[in-house]
């Protein structure tokens, strides 16, 4: 078995694999496609169901149709996971008691498996008073810290990693906070961010005009709408983000215009959803479809991509009925627009089968036409759908007015306003991380090859990451079929020697034709200019794109995939370690924890280097012997993280996460979940006890002095940030 089949196999198993204490487990890829196309076809009338299931079957069997991962993990299996991928979340409501409802809703829906994203625009600014109780709000960005802390330890109770977008309006008081807060290693790393960007916005930065702040129809302050846009570029170049979503644009192509208003999006970007949206995904993997490939005629074989489209659709829309949904909010907005995301995969792949390279002019026009082609029958599919189960509830005539239908052919539109539509939306272009690994490492989504052969760190299921070495999909056949004759460099582009215009040229040409957006990554070398990197956004604006994300190598940011260096390089599990010095100053912290008769006692040693301490080793110890051996075993393994050096902050980050199933404790104001966290919390304090100027933002000034106490949760962390007294543990400020 060769490596790729060997790694499809191990994602199918870690991810998708039925596999119950009592009862027969899928033994194969075949069998998972045969749960879930039995599952599936239960929504089908009950002498149609085997038919529908032999089709439904047959389409993802050799992996021709991907459904997305939720529909492969859980259809079928009984267990209480919905089978959509993400949500938005409903309007969170600008009081206490409606921001920790809408908490606790996201919360339910994570613990099902959704990924959720939220508008914060709707809570008041920092500092603008609350009345009624005599205080200063503490703005979105504290709240954002719940729904942070929320998703980590949800994360903890599976495997999945938790997913969220949190959105902020370019016009709301705090947005400069929002752009900024990335900056900061330690704050919301569960979320992605996005601004949403108005044509308002957009029309002041091209006069280079005044840009006003405003809430609730108070304007707070006005600044120039350049200034504010080199801010959200600047963070976006030092650290991947915010993206940016063009949120008039969204809403004035939406086919549901006339019964929703979009303000958020789901996590990856691919669909921008109303309050209680759900994102149903699922892609037709062209690679698969390519005849004869590297061949001079090859091609998408043209009457395979129009059954198989139609199948996906039909198999989409029997999901909305046979899924779980975490909210009955969710339920009843899915089901009265039943809206799909049908999509593709491997385009990269297949552009390279045929002789294309991504992002020349032949490529643009070779993907446009097999897009177009989907669409088509997309809609046909569901206007036959809707003779004969009946239009989606919400369908309008209306929408034979909206962009997306205006544009298509007169037979379909001729058989739209006859029939209606049964899916209110119907393509979106999502990522396909790990079902692109499952296919055989085919291009992911829309996205160019990343690279030919790298490193994938993988994800276990004990938290841990591995790596592991990938070959692209369309180099396996091209070894498989040409030997060892050179591939072509002109064909055989990547990520990594694209340009950003390539990138948006073949975004903005998929997006005319896809109803929802498109999740798209455009890469930036990191020596690009501050200049050039700033108009990739205004161009994707002036090209049509709903939205762009960049990346740009940076020290702030990881990633999942690496390209394998010729240079040999260090093995971190042999690196020499810091030899101690025989004397070490240390700080020594004690913790009273509630289910002990005895105080912990944590001991932290550092090393002087180069003028600056530096954590060398650590120890914990107690009277109390049911701690002594794991007390003992993670001294150990910390002291020798401490000693190879480099970025610590990880640390106390993994031991906050750690929840104790018997419960938590309330510490100086401030619930902890376990004896593990508190000792985290005593590492993150010990490795930040004060603020350097050097690591402040620009133009802010703060006294380097100890932290006092928050008049808010009691912690010891607060400074002083412009004019301002921020707790560094909870968010609370105050100003004057």
């Not at 061949?295 to 991509?305: F, H």
């Not at 029958?377 to 005539?397: I, M, Q, T, V």
Request: with cysteine.
């Amino acid at each position: 078995m060769d490596f790729e089949v060997a790694l499809a196999e191990e994602i199918w198993t870690l991810k998708y694999r039925y596999s119950p204490p009592e009862g027969e487990p899928d033994r194969d890829f075949a069998g998972t496609a045969s749960r879930v196309a039995r599952a599936v076809a239960q929504a089908e009338k009950e002498g149609e169901r085997n038919e529908w299931r032999a089709r439904f079957f047959e389409a993802m069997e050799d992996l021709r149709f991907i459904p997305a991962g939720r529909i492969m993990a859980g259809a079928g299996t009984g267990r209480s996971v919905t089978l959509f991928n993400c949500f938005v979340m409903g309007t969170i409501p600008d009081s206490l008691d409606g921001i920790f409802e809408q908490l606790g809703e996201a919360a339910l829906t994570m613990q099902q498996g959704g990924g959720v994203g939220m508008d914060f625009s709707t809570i008041r600014p920092r500092g603008s008073p609350v009345r009624g109780v005599g205080a200063d709000a503490s703005g979105p960005l504290s709240f954002m810290d719940c729904w942070d802390s929320m998703c980590r330890t949800v994360q903890s109770a599976g495997q999945r990693r938790g997913a969220m977008m949190g959105c902020m309006r370019i016009d709301h008081p705090d947005i400069e906070d929002f752009i900024d807060i990335k900056r900061d290693p330690a704050r919301l790393r569960n979320f992605n961010l996005s601004v949403l960007v108005t044509d308002a916005f957009m029309t002041a930065l091209g006069a280079d005009a005044e840009w006003p702040l405003s809430f609730g129809g108070e304007t707070y302050c006005t600044l120039r709408a350049r200034e504010l846009w080199d801010r959200l570029m600047r963070a976006t170049y030092d650290c991947a983000e915010p993206g940016v979503i063009f949120v008039d644009r969204v809403n004035q192509q939406n086919n549901l215009a006339h019964c929703e208003t979009i303000s958020a999006s789901n996590p990856c970007g691919e669909q921008m959803l109303p309050s209680y949206g759900a994102c149903l995904l699922g892609s037709i993997n062209l690679a698969r479809l390519v005849e004869r490939p590297f061949e001079n005629d090859a091609d998408v074989a043209e009457e395979e991509l129009v059954d198989l489209t139609r199948t996906a659709i039909r198999f989409l829309d029997d999901v909305i009925d046979v899924s779980r949904y975490p909210l009955e909010q969710q339920e009843e907005e899915a089901k009265a627009k039943r809206r799909i995301g049908l999509g593709i995969t491997g385009l990269a792949d297949a552009l390279l089968f045929c002789g294309l390279s991504y992002g020349s002019a032949r490529a643009v026009e070779r993907t446009q036409r097999w897009l177009q082609i989907i669409k088509r029958e997309a809609y046909r599919a569901s206007a036959l759908l809707a003779a004969e189960k009946g239009p989606f509830p919400l369908y309008d005539e209306c929408m034979l007015q909206t962009p997306n239908l205006i544009a298509l052919d007169d037979e379909t539109r001729s058989l739209v306003a006859a029939h209606g539509l049964r899916n209110g939306c119907l393509t979106s272009i999502a990522p396909t991380g790990t079902t692109s690994l499952l296919a055989g490492n085919v291009s992911s989504g829309i996205e160019p090859v990343f690279a030919y052969s790298y490193e994938r760190r993988i994800r276990q299921a004990d938290g841990t990451n591995r790596q592991e070495p990938v070959e692209d999909y369309a180099m396996q056949v091209w070894r498989r079929l040409k030997g060892d004759e050179a591939a072509p460099e002109e064909w055989f582009v990547s990520a990594q020697t694209l340009t950003p215009s390539d990138h948006l040229t073949m975004q903005a040409a998929a997006q005319a034709l896809v109803d929802s957006s498109i999740s798209k990554t455009v890469n930036c070398p990191e020596d690009i200019s501050f200049e050039h990197f700033a108009n990739i956004y205004t161009e994707g604006y002036h090209l049509g794109c709903k939205g762009l994300t960049t990346y740009r190598p940076n020290a702030v940011t990881g990633s999942i995939l690496s390209v394998k260096e010729d240079k040999p390089q260090a093995d971190p599990v042999r690196a020499p370690l810091t030899p101690r010095e025989e004397t070490l100053h240390g700080t020594t912290y004690k913790l009273k924890w509630p289910d002990s008769a005895h105080a912990v006692y944590v001991t932290i040693n550092d090393l002087d280097q180069d003028g600056a301490k530096r954590p060398f080793e650590i120890f914990v110890n107690s009277k109390n012997m049911e701690h002594y051996a794991w007390t003992l075993g993670l001294t150990r393994m910390i002291s020798a993280v401490f000693r190879r050096g480099g970025d610590l902050s990880f640390v106390p980050e993994e031991l906050k996460a750690v929840f104790d199933p018997r419960g938590g404790a309330w510490m100086q104001g401030r619930y902890v979940p376990s004896l593990l966290a508190a000792i985290g919390g005593v590492i993150e304090r010990h490795l930040e006890p004060e603020l350097e100027l050097g690591s402040l933002p620009d133009k802010t000034e703060a006294a380097v002095r100890p932290y006092k106490s928050c008049n808010s949760c009691g912690a010891p962390a607060v400074i002083r940030l412009e004019g301002c007294d921020k707790c560094l543990e909870c968010g609370y400020s105050k100003c004057g």
